[in-house]
Antibody, heavy 121, light 107 residues
Framework: QITLKESGPTLVKPTQTLTLTCTFS??????????VGWVRQPPGKALEWLGL???????LDNPSLKSRLTISKGTSKNQVVLTMINLDPVDTATYYC?????????????WGQGTLVIVSS | DIQMTQSPSSLSASVGDRVTITCRAS??????LNWYQQKPGTAPKLLIY???SFQSGVPSRFSGSGFGTDFSLTISNLHPEDFATYYC?????????FGQGTKVEIK
C-alpha cells in the first residue's frame, strides 16, 4: 500500500526559507522509474506542478521557480525534501507530494493529503 | 510552457446526466494527457492517464478521448459522488502543467 504524507511549518514569514518533508511508504525511491513530485494549490485556485525527483537523482523543475526551489532526497531513504527560499505571500498554498511509479508513467497515481503553508508576517 | 485550457470552467448538472469536459493544449502533446478529480479539502485523485486508460478502481462511467491538442473527459450517468473539480494535466514536456479546472456542481 503506497502512502505519502507531507510535513512542515504552517506559518512562514516573508523572505524566509520553507522546508517540507514528504515521508512515504509502500515503495522505494531506489527502484528504476520511480519518482516523487510536488504540486501546490493556492486557496481556491488551480494546481501548479513544482517538480519531480527520480530514482536516479535526476529531476525536473518548474522553470518559474527553479531559482528558488530545490527538491532532494532526504537523509532517510523514505523521504523527499522540498526547499523553497525567499518566500512571498503568493507562495501561500497547500503543498502536495505525489508518487510516479514506472518509467512509462507520466502521471501521479498516489498523493499525500497535503499541507497548508501560509506566508505572512 | 504548454498551456492547458479547460472548458467550461464550471457547469451545473443533475444526477443521471451525461457531462463532457474539454481540455485543449497550446501545442500537440500526443496522448500525454491525464485527468484528476478533486473534492473540497482533499488531494487530487488520478482518474485517467494517457488520455484514455483507467486508473484502478475508477468507475467505467468515466471515459477519456482525444489526441494531439484536443481532449475530453466524459462522465455518463452522473452520480452524486462525481460532483467535484476536474483537472487535466499534460506530461509531454519536461514542465508538466495543469488546466485551470472544471467544477461540476449540482443543478
Amino acid at each position: 500500500q503506497i502512502t505519502l504524507k507531507e510535513s512542515g511549518p504552517t506559518l512562514v514569514k516573508p523572505t524566509q526559507t520553507l522546508t517540507l518533508t514528504c515521508t512515504f511508504s509502500g515503495f522505494s525511491l531506489n527502484t528504476r522509474g520511480v519518482g516523487v513530485g510536488w504540486v501546490r494549490q493556492p486557496p481556491g485556485k488551480a494546481l501548479e506542478w513544482l517538480g519531480l525527483i527520480y530514482w536516479d537523482d535526476g529531476h525536473l523543475d518548474n522553470p518559474s521557480l527553479k531559482s528558488r526551489l530545490t527538491i532532494s532526497k532526504g537523509t532517510s531513504k523514505n523521504q523527499v525534501v522540498l526547499t523553497m527560499i525567499n518566500l512571498d505571500p503568493v507562495d501561500t498554498a497547500t503543498y502536495y507530494c505525489a508518487h510516479r511509479g514506472t518509467p512509462s508513467s507520466y502521471y501521479f497515481d498516489y498523493w499525500g493529503q497535503g499541507t497548508l503553508v501560509i506566508v505572512s508576517s | 510552457d504548454i498551456q492547458m485550457t479547460q472548458s467550461p470552467s464550471s457547469l451545473s448538472a443533475s444526477v443521471g446526466d451525461r457531462v463532457t469536459i474539454t481540455c485543449r493544449a497550446s501545442q500537440s502533446i500526443g496522448n500525454y494527457l491525464n485527468w484528476y478529480q478533486q473534492k473540497p479539502g482533499t488531494a487530487p485523485k488520478l482518474l485517467i492517464y494517457s488520455t484514455s486508460s483507467f486508473q484502478s478502481g475508477v468507475p467505467s462511467r468515466f471515459s477519456g478521448s482525444g489526441f494531439g491538442t484536443d481532449f475530453s473527459l466524459t462522465i455518463s450517468n452522473l452520480h452524486p459522488e462525481d460532483f467535484a473539480t476536474y483537472y487535466c494535466q499534460q506530461s509531454y514536456s519536461t514542465l508538466w502543467t495543469f488546466g485551470q479546472g472544471t467544477k461540476v456542481e449540482i443543478k
